[in-house]
């Protein structure tokens, strides 16, 4: 079995070492604006979505470089969403990934326009010839992006209702949660396969495949997450943990127990795994099954 | 001479009367976004980029319908940047086009994720191919509005070396205030110009022409608001006047005084309307000609 926390590293190692070339800086005042883009870019992670990007695009036989772009642009916006998430009129975080959240290492105003600038960077690394020379896939990666992260039933929206929630001291029905997590985390997810797909001018079930793949281990991961905030170690995690309970938050968690949550999160997996049998074995299939394991059994 | 004002006041009225369409309601709680969003996109305004992505594109033979996604979509930039320039973080106003701003009206969190879903529909509109057929053009419309509204010298860099130069206290050179002129207003207007050479396939001279005639406009727009903020009617402006001098802003009222001033503007608008002599005569190029002598004669 492919050691997926190994391969994992590797490839964030790759991608990390990639990544500075994407944030040139100078001299200008202006310049702390991509200091604060690069410094939460670069601030670790698992690179979990940059790495479905590159993986799936390897399943049609694209290679690191021709994937490269597309995958630091899910990044970006994946780092714009977090800078945001944390503001003191959002969640107020001062801990991201054990390192202080971009408006405590630079300031509350610089730090909205980071992800700011992160999030229109990701349309400008996308919409570029560099990233493919077809511009129906550049136009494409461009509006499957927008609308995964946007206000109609895309990121945003996820996070308007995640805050609803918490400000009306609502008790969230599974229905709720389970359109949070779909919004919130899981339309990304859904991208970054999707992103692979497009790339790959994947064949349209085998695409269908893929976002069934996605949405198992999109639910899936959030489970976990949940599991984690309650029973994971602080210092591997790199956050503050137990929050939800302390919020009174709802999550797959507290509305099913810890063990009727874990062996949903089995189950969501299981989908996941058998949504791919429709692709011949194969070293990337085989990585993306250990993939899906992994998302529940890590403690990270 | 064509009454500007009036055609503006008839392309608002019409381009306003679309908008609705652009921001669907819905009975779900996370709608909270998408009303502040549309809140703002509908807070009145001149509309004066829509116009000049429409005006352009009518130069080049296509009608209203054909540009009113691009001009939406700049409309939703503009406005998602009004947002989270107005934000206690930032600028701090309360006032917005004589409205409460987006945070006044809502909340800091919900304006901070009506700014993001406004960034992000902007992108979602171009690229979605009823835009445009070719998605060489969509692609090139996102690629450009990326560049212009992004950190790497454009309107995000802008609003941060403006940032600066406040927390700094630091004396404004003649270069500084050019230079944040240029990223936080030229490249927007440069792009409304822009967007309508591409829709119009425009040939790389004309397509130059219009870059330098945005330049102009750019330049000399801002100089008006410099003094509209001195000698302004804060009623007709719809917001607080005398900011600048009360911050100590160095604009260019302040370095070079309000003769000076006025002096220049008219120098840059002369500028833009003698870029507009490639062109033949006609109705288009009369609007743009009138539209620049507006630009440093209006009074709000």
Do not use: I
């Given at each position: 079995m492919t050691d997926i926390s190994n391969l994992l590293s590797r490839f964030s190692a790759d991608f990390n070492a990639r990544l500075d070339n994407f944030f040139p800086l100078s001299?200008?005042?202006?310049?702390r604006v991509i200091e604060a883009m690069k410094y939460s870019v670069t601030n670790?992670?698992?690179?979990l979505r940059p790495f479905l990007v590159c993986t799936l695009a390897r399943l049609f036989g694209l290679d690191f470089e021709a994937s490269l772009r597309p995958a630091v642009a899910l990044e970006c916006l994946h780092s714009y969403s977090l800078i945001h998430d944390d503001l003191p009129a959002m969640d107020?975080?001062?801990?991201r990934r054990g390192k202080p959240t971009c408006h405590k290492a630079f300031d509350e105003a610089t730090a909205i326009l980071a992800g700011d600038g992160l999030l229109t960077y990701a349309f400008e690394i996308l919409s570029s010839p560099a990233t493919h020379a077809d511009a129906a896939i550049r136009s494409e990666l461009c509006l499957l992006l927008a609308e995964a992260a946007g206000a109609f039933n895309g990121m945003v929206s996820g996070q308007m209702l995640d805050l609803y929630m918490e400000t009306h001291q609502k008790a969230g029905s599974e229905e709720i949660i389970r359109r949070i997590e779909e919004m919130k985390t899981g339309r990304l997810i859904r991208y970054a396969c999707e992103a692979g797909a497009v790339l790959g001018r994947a064949a349209p079930d085998q695409r269908q495949a893929l976002i069934s793949y996605a949405r198992g281990i999109g639910v899936a991961f959030q489970i976990a997450d949940d599991i984690l905030d309650v029973e994971g170690s602080p210092e591997l995690v790199g956050k503050t943990l137990q929050k939800d309970s302390a919020q009174g938050k709802v999550t797959f968690v507290s509305l099913f127990g810890l063990e009727t949550a874990r062996q949903m999160a089995g189950d969501y997996i299981a989908g996941a795994k058998r949504a791919l049998s429709i692709f011949p074995a194969g070293e990337e299939i085989e990585i993306l099954q250990n993939l899906a394991d992994f998302i529940i059994n890590r403690r990270y």
């Open positions: 001299d200008n005042p202006e310049n670790g992670g698992k690179r107020n975080d001062d801990l």
